[in-house]
C-alpha cells in the first residue's frame, strides 16, 4: 500500500464532511462496515465525529488517494472543556432530532441515541495524565503503507504546538490489530473501571 498525501480536513466543505461521515461508518464495526448495523446511516457519525469537525477543526486531518478523503484522525486538546462545549454546542440540537425513543430498543440505533443523551465522560485519572484524545479511522484502501502513524504523527504535532501532554483513545477489546498498532506507536493501556483504554505521552 503506497502512502498517500495528507492534508486539514475541509471541515467546511459540505461534501467532505459527508465522505468523513461515511468513512465513519464504513469503519464502524471494529474497524470493519458498520453499514448494515444501523438505520440511521449519519448516526454513528453524529456521535463520533461531527463534534469535532464543527468545535475543533485545526485537529482534523485526512488522507486523501487523489478521489477524496480515504481516511481521518480527529482529536480534542482539553477532554474536559470539549465535553463542556459538547454539552452546550453540539448535544442539545441531536437530542432534539433523535428523542430517545427513536429507533426499537436494543438495537443499535436506540444504544448511539442513550449516548447523545447520556455522553459518557472521561475518567479524571486518564485526563489528568492524558487531558487530549484522538479518534482515527482508515478505509482498507488507506491501510498500510505507513498512513496511520502519519495521521496519528500529524495530530500529536499539532498538539505539542498546543503544549498538550498527553493523549488517550478507547478502543474495543476484540480490536486486536488496533490494540497491537497503538501498542506499537507506544500507547500503553490505562486501567479504567469500564472499556479499552490507551495513553500516550507526548
Not at 15 to 29: H, K, P
Not at 39 to 67: K, M, Q, S
Not at 91 to 113: C, H, I, K, M, N
Not at 158 to 172: C, I, K, P, T, Y
Request: negative net charge; proline residues 6%.
Amino acid at each position: 500500500m503506497a502512502s498517500l498525501p495528507l492534508r486539514p480536513a475541509r471541515v467546511t466543505d459540505l461534501a467532505e464532511v459527508d465522505r468523513l461521515y461515511d468513512i465513519c461508518l464504513r469503519t464502524g464495526a471494529d474497524g470493519g462496515d458498520a453499514t448494515a448495523r444501523y438505520r440511521d446511516p449519519r448516526l454513528l457519525g453524529e456521535v463520533y465525529l461531527g463534534a469535532y469537525l464543527a468545535l475543533e477543526p485545526d485537529l482534523a486531518f485526512v488522507v486523501d488517494d487523489g478521489t477524496g478523503a480515504v481516511g481521518y484522525v480527529i482529536g480534542a486538546a482539553d477532554t474536559r472543556e470539549f465535553e463542556a462545549r459538547c454539552e452546550r454546542e453540539w448535544w442539545p440540537t441531536l437530542r432534539e432530532r433523535y428523542p430517545l425513543d427513536s429507533f426499537p430498543a436494543e438495537s443499535p440505533d436506540a444504544g448511539l441515541v442513550a449516548q447523545i443523551h447520556s455522553p459518557g465522560t472521561a475518567e479524571q485519572d486518564v485526563v489528568d495524565l492524558y487531558p487530549a484524545h484522538l479518534h482515527v479511522d482508515l478505509l482498507p484502501q488507506a491501510q498500510g503503507g505507513g498512513n496511520g502513524r502519519r495521521l496519528l504523527e500529524t495530530l500529536f504535532d499539532a498538539l505539542r504546538e498546543r503544549g498538550v501532554q498527553g493523549v488517550h483513545l478507547g478502543v474495543s477489546e476484540t480490536n486486536a490489530s488496533a490494540i497491537g498498532f497503538y501498542e506499537h506507536l507506544g500507547f500503553e493501556r490505562l486501567v479504567v473501571p469500564q472499556g479499552y483504554v490507551l495513553g500516550l505521552k507526548l
